[in-house]
C-alpha cells in the first residue's frame, strides 16, 4: 500500500508514490546473484570475472561485491544485453562494433 502522510491541517490523508515492486524484486535478485558469484570467489571455483548489466542492477552488484570479487573482476560493462543474441555480446566482448542497444 502506499505511505501515508499527516497533514497539520485540513482533511485527508495524502498518498505518497507507490513501490516499484518490480525494481525491488529486480535489486532483490542482483543482491542473490552477487552472493551466490561472491560464494563461488571465495571458493577459488571462478579465477576472473566479467560481468554485463544494466546500470541499476550493476549499481546492486557492485555495492554487494566481497573484496576478493572485485579484486577479479576482469571487465565490467554498463549494458542491457538480455535481449541481444549471443554473437553481439561476444562481438561487445571481443571489441568489434558495438551492438546497438
Known amino acids: 500500500a502506499p505511505a501515508l502522510t499527516q497533514q497539520r491541517l485540513g482533511y485527508g490523508r495524502?498518498?505518497?508514490d507507490e513501490p516499484d515492486?518490480?525494481?525491488r524484486e529486480e535489486e532483490r535478485w542482483a543482491a542473490k546473484i552477487a552472493a551466490d558469484?561472491?560464494?563461488r570467489i571465495l571458493?577459488?571455483?571462478v579465477e576472473g570475472l566479467i560481468v554485463i548489466?544494466?546500470?541499476r542492477t550493476m549499481?546492486?552488484?557492485r555495492s554487494q561485491w566481497h573484496k576478493e570479487t572485485a579484486q577479479r573482476l576482469i571487465l565490467e560493462l554498463n549494458k542491457e544485453m538480455t535481449d541481444r543474441p549471443i554473437a553481439d555480446i561476444e562481438?561487445?566482448?571481443m571489441g568489434?562494433?558495438?551492438p546497438p542497444s
Open 59 to 61: 549499481g546492486v552488484l
Open 96 to 98: 568489434e562494433a558495438a
Open 53 to 55: 548489466a544494466p546500470p
Open 37 to 39: 558469484i561472491n560464494d
Open 14 to 16: 495524502p498518498a505518497g
Open 43 to 45: 571458493n577459488h571455483e
Open 91 to 93: 562481438a561487445l566482448l
Open 21 to 23: 515492486f518490480h525494481q
